[in-house]
């Protein structure tokens, strides 16, 4: 396929794609990632915020200034990267997206990497366009040893238990909003990182289309992860539950 030929025929449609970015305590990281963003692409971007206390606010502030299709929310008390993401999924249905593509604030997601996804996803109907960072051996390079092990265990994990090749773990995906029923996203129960496996699996289920694409990490440079030992435990006992949840 010929991407850049493919693309231009795409740019110029009425489709209207939405791109979201959960953020807390991303200062560091958010001004690089949106200046980017607005380089490559006119899309609208929302930004869900859990109350940031690191001067990231104030940064999205001098941002919305400077690029009029960038929002924010900020969220005093609802918490949580799941529900965050489900926030600007649902946002994207109320104002009648077409596309939602969901990224991580740190710099680990490349965003060159969604004008192949929209393309994927209009030209061959898929309903989600997931990365994967296991069909590219080099996608983990820069990765170290104990984070890649843990994230590979993972991968493992899901696998085993919910019995799927998809690397549901990425946050960097593309939604089709135009085939995908809202009600179905209804039964999804995890608000936090366990959200973004059980929203393909339940899709999956469904008979959605989904399809992984190669990818290549960057390792966060500045910041640090969010993740805490108590969303590991969760996520352990979310796939249990989960693997024995008979309805969807």
């Given at each position: 396929?010929?991407?850049q ?10 489709l209207k ?9 991303e ?7 949106i ?13 869900i915020d859990?109350?940031s206390t690191?001067g ?16 924010y929310?900020?969220?005093k008390?609802e ?21 939602c ?53 993972r ?10 090749k998809?690397d ?25 990182y ?5 929203i393909?699996?339940?899709?999956e289920?469904?008979?959605y289309?989904?399809?992984?694409i ?5 390792f ?9 030992v ?19």
């Amino acid at each position: 396929m010929d991407i850049q030929k493919t693309y231009k025929i795409f740019r110029g449609s009425a489709l209207k794609t939405l791109i979201i970015i959960p953020t807390l305590n991303e200062a560091s990281n958010i001004l690089i990632l949106i200046k980017k963003i607005f380089s490559l692409y006119s899309y609208n971007v929302l930004v869900i915020d859990d109350n940031s206390t690191d001067g990231t606010i104030k940064k999205l502030e001098f941002l919305k200034r400077r690029y009029k299709k960038l929002k924010y929310i900020v969220r005093k008390k609802e918490k949580g990267i799941g529900s965050a993401h489900l926030k600007g999924i649902q946002y994207a249905y109320k104002f009648k997206y077409d596309f939602c593509i969901s990224m991580d604030a740190d710099g680990t997601h490349d965003p060159k990497e969604i004008k192949k996804m929209l393309i994927l996803s209009k030209k061959n109907k898929y309903d989600v366009i997931n990365t994967s960072r296991f069909l590219n051996k080099k996608s983990l390079s820069d990765w170290p040893a104990f984070r890649k092990l843990i994230t590979k265990l993972r991968y493992f994990l899901v696998k085993i238990f919910l019995k799927t090749k998809i690397d549901s773990s990425s946050g960097f995906r593309c939604y089709n909003l135009k085939s995908i029923n809202f009600n179905d996203l209804k039964k999804i129960k995890n608000k936090k990182y366990f959200f973004l496996i059980e929203i393909l699996y339940i899709l999956e289920k469904k008979g959605y289309k989904i399809i992984d694409i190669p990818t290549k990490l960057k390792f966060r440079v500045d910041g640090k992860s969010k993740m805490k030992v108590s969303d590991v435990i969760n996520s352990l006992i979310e796939l249990f539950l989960l693997n024995r949840r008979k309805k969807f």
